[in-house]
């Protein structure tokens, strides 16, 4: 399975986790055939620390991201290029486990589904976006099939 890790960002050090977000997927024991970075322009030093860490970059400008339709593009870029996989995360997700990357592909390639997610953890335990996050990512892994709600 040729699989590519995506991570779209702007200004990515304010929060301070830049390069423990890196760090955490090149500890990873599944490593992805390509780790890219789509930045939108960033004013600090996101790229070149991606750069450093081994990672493509490429640079889009603010008025032309999308979420969805930048993700579309990239999906579709990537597919022309052989990978038939592709996991997103956000420029703040630090991957818990060296095994996180390799639970997620693994799930991919042993079902039948066109995606899944894993949950996303607060560092901030009792902010409103640690509430939001546990309504939204539920502790317990569901799958359901795609074409009972197509």
Known sequence: MKTAIVIFTINACRRGLWNEVLDAVARQTFQPDERLVVDSNSQDKTVPIAIEHGWKTTIIRREDFNHGLTRTQILRNLQA???????????????????????????LRDNPVAGCFGRQLDTRRHSLGAWQKKCYYPEVSRNQDARRHS
């Open 81 to 107: 290029d052989g990978f038939d996989s592709v996991v997103f995360l956000s420029q703040d997700a630090i991957l818990p486990s060296p095994e996180s990357l390799g639970i997620i592909i693994g799930f």
